[in-house]
Nanobody
Framework: QVQLVESGGGLVQAGDSLRLSCAAS????????MGWFRQAPGKEREFVAA????????YYAESVQGRFTISRDNAKNAVYLQMNSLKPEDTAVYSC??????????WGKGTLVTVSS
């Protein structure tokens, strides 16, 4: 059974930084890519960033481009999200996503990031 466990959320002030981590386990097929999504109160879930497992190509939402950096550790089956210059509008539950090479789609439970002004 695939498990994705996020950590690193918390309460910070605007302008601060946070680093989220997501560790994956229990998957059978190779990872194609992993990423982060977020859902703010009263809003739909939105894409934040993604990284391919082979090659490490990265993709970002326009709203976080230049402030957030996604990275991976293939040996640890982990993905990270370094978030700098945080804004109150970044407040959300951040969830880790994994898609394997056969299209299997898996989600973590999420970690809350709260940015105060």
């Amino acid at each position: 059974q695939v498990q994705l466990v996020e950590s690193g959320g918390g309460l910070v002030q605007a302008g601060d930084s946070l680093r989220l981590s997501c560790a994956a386990s229990g998957f059978t097929f190779s990872i194609d890519h992993m990423g982060w999504f977020r859902q703010a109160p009263g809003k739909e879930r939105e894409f934040v960033a993604a990284i391919t497992w082979n090659g490490g190509s990265t993709y970002y939402a326009e709203s976080v481009q230049g402030r957030f950096t996604i990275s991976r550790d293939n040996a640890k089956n982990a993905v990270y999200l370094q978030m700098n210059s945080l804004k109150p509008e970044d407040t959300a539950v951040y969830s880790c996503n994994l898609e394997d090479v056969l299209g299997g789609d898996y989600w973590g439970k999420g970690t809350l990031v709260t940015v105060s002004s």
